[in-house]
């Protein structure tokens, strides 16, 4: 059963220290748009199906991607979504929520999306090594 909207934001917020549970949805959203524009086929709807409903639409109804983004280029384009954020506050905001993801998704699922990313995501979602 996949976890509840609260439970995943309460996680994510926990994770990346955030004051308010807008900032902690806002890069939830963002975070995950971006994720659902660079995975494809069973591996996006299975991990949708592990996330809460509100997670899998924003995943499932991405922005296309004109071309993937390797994990710099990944946390750079957070950074331009998230208004007054960094490039450091988005790495921290990109490892929060994927961190999450990862946890929710299981280690095989998250082997098989991983193959699908650029090389380097595995840090992003906290599993160094694991593609």
């Known amino acids: 059963m996949p976890l509840r909207w609260d439970a995943f934001l309460s996680a994510v917020r926990e994770r990346g220290e955030y004051p308010s549970r807008q900032e902690t949805e806002r890069a939830a959203r963002v975070v995950l748009a971006l994720l659902g524009a660079h995975i494809v086929g069973n591996e996006r709807s299975e991990l949708a199906a592990r996330l809460p409903e509100e997670c899998a639409l924003v995943l499932l109804n991405p922005l296309p991607a004109a071309e993937p983004l390797g994990p710099d280029r990944f946390v750079r384009a957070t950074a331009a979504w998230i208004d007054g954020s960094s490039e450091e506050t988005a790495k921290w905001d990109v490892g929060a929520v994927l961190s999450i ?7 095989e699922l998250m082997r098989r999306v991983l193959l699908q990313l650029p090389p380097g995501y595995d840090l992003l979602f906290g599993h160094p090594g694991s593609a």
């Open 101 to 107: 993801v990862a946890e929710a998704a299981g280690e």
